[in-house]
């Protein structure tokens, strides 16, 4: 498995005499792009992707310890609801069930290079999972950022999972309404850097503390960043179910307090020690079971392992 391709790496430049043998090739010769792109998107598009900033989980290579952006196919359907993805314990990035995307076609020629690279990052939805205070939700965005500079504003659909550590005595920074609105504001200004976000899911679980703002303060708060980002038509927001009651917002709310265009939603989850176990309306289920999918190789996308 490439452990470490940069998205500046490409196939060399196309001669006329190499483009002659490229459309020689019933990929490039029969197939107009429309099909061609359906088939980039079988190969490599349309799942969630999930993204973790760890160590590899084996082997000490010759990065040692240090931590990498590494991926895996989630193993919930990209079409289910947000309120499961968030609510269930995943296991695609263990060992014995990890799949990854197979994106060897893509470093076939140049040309497929760059008909590839616009459906990989803007097809997949990418998950990035942020848990406990060493790190900041606005920390992942901009290290992915540099990691894959020039592919990182294709991405039309993120979703994010916060879970402020309950068990860390100075978890207060990193919340929003208390002294963490800096790091907040932050992380929406990274995301108002993408020009082309579109989809945006993220839960935001914390645990129940002494509130200093009053209900229009943390509406404002919470929800007015969201009008920063320009180009959104879908986005949902989830909370603890405990903390409606000081949004001044019901438990069946589900409609952001956003003027403007698209489908702005809220969802309140069941949370235990800092932790969803369900959404108000969804009712837990069992982990799918991943089926082997032979057809998948061990490969890395560009800029991730």
Same mark, same amino acid.
């Given at each position: 498995?490439?452990?470490k391709?940069?998205?500046?790496?490409? +196939?060399?430049?196309i001669?006329?005499?190499?483009l002659?043998?490229?459309?020689?090739?019933?990929?490039?010769?029969?197939?107009?792009?429309e &099909?061609?792109?359906?088939i980039? *998107?079988e190969i490599?598009?349309?799942?969630?992707? #999930? &993204?973790?900033?760890?160590?590899h +989980?084996?082997?000490a290579?010759?990065?040692?310890?240090?931590?990498?952006?590494?991926?895996?196919?989630c193993?919930q +359907?990209v079409?289910g609801?947000?309120?499961?993805?968030t609510?269930?314990?995943?296991?695609c990035?263990?060992?014995s069930r990890?799949?990854?995307?197979?994106?060897? &076609?893509?470093?076939?020629?140049?040309r497929?290079?760059e008909?590839? $690279?616009?459906?990989?990052?803007?097809?997949n939805?990418?998950?990035?999972?942020?848990?406990?205070?060493?790190?900041?939700?606005? !920390?992942?965005?901009r290290?992915l950022q540099?990691k =894959?500079?020039?592919? @990182?504003?294709l991405?039309?659909?993120l979703?994010?999972? @916060?879970?402020?550590? =309950?068990f !860390?005595?100075?978890h207060?920074?990193?919340?929003? #309404?208390? @002294?963490g609105?800096?790091?907040y504001?932050?992380? @929406?200004?990274?995301?108002a850097?993408?020009?082309?976000?579109s989809?945006?899911r993220?839960?935001?679980?914390m645990?129940?503390?002494l509130?200093?703002?009053?209900?229009?303060e &943390?509406?404002?708060?919470?929800?007015e960043?969201?009008?920063?980002?320009?180009?959104?038509r879908?986005?949902?927001? $989830?909370?603890?179910?405990?903390?409606?009651? #000081?949004?001044?917002?019901?438990?069946?709310?589900q409609?952001?307090?956003i !003027?403007?265009?698209?489908d702005?939603? $809220?969802?309140?989850? *069941?949370?235990?020690?800092g932790?969803?176990?369900?959404?108000?309306?969804?009712n837990?289920?069992?982990i799918?079971?991943?089926?082997?999918?032979?057809?998948?190789?061990?490969?890395?996308?560009?800029?991730?392992?």
């Amino acid at each position: 498995m490439a452990d470490k391709i940069s998205d500046t790496e490409a +196939p060399s430049g196309i001669t006329a005499s190499r483009l002659l043998d490229q459309l020689e090739s019933p990929l490039f010769g029969k197939l107009p792009a429309e &099909l061609r792109a359906v088939i980039y *998107t079988e190969i490599f598009g349309g799942q969630r992707i #999930h &993204l973790n900033f760890t160590t590899h +989980p084996i082997r000490a290579d010759r990065v040692g310890l240090r931590k990498r952006w590494r991926h895996a196919i989630c193993e919930q +359907p990209v079409a289910g609801p947000f309120s499961e993805v968030t609510s269930r314990q995943h296991h695609c990035f263990l060992a014995s069930r990890r799949r990854v995307l197979d994106i060897n &076609l893509l470093f076939t020629c140049q040309r497929v290079f760059e008909e590839g $690279i616009p459906i990989l990052y803007q097809s997949n939805t990418f998950h990035i999972v942020n848990i406990g205070t060493e790190r900041l939700p606005s !920390d992942d965005l901009r290290s992915l950022q540099v990691k =894959i500079p020039k592919n @990182w504003g294709l991405i039309r659909s993120l979703e994010f999972k @916060w879970e402020v550590n =309950i068990f !860390d005595r100075n978890h207060p920074r990193f919340v929003p #309404h208390h @002294w963490g609105r800096d790091g907040y504001e932050a992380f @929406w200004d990274g995301l108002a850097d993408m020009p082309l976000l579109s989809q945006l899911r993220i839960s935001i679980i914390m645990p129940q503390i002494l509130m200093l703002a009053s209900p229009e303060e &943390l509406r404002k708060l919470y929800f007015e960043p969201i009008t920063r980002l320009k180009h959104l038509r879908i986005c949902e927001v $989830i909370l603890p179910r405990s903390y409606s009651s #000081h949004f001044g917002m019901s438990p069946e709310d589900q409609r952001l307090p956003i !003027d403007g265009d698209g489908d702005y939603r $809220i969802s309140w989850a *069941t949370v235990d020690d800092g932790r969803p176990l369900a959404a108000a309306a969804a009712n837990p289920a069992s982990i799918q079971l991943l089926r082997t999918a032979t057809s998948h190789t061990l490969s890395a996308p560009p800029g991730w392992s």
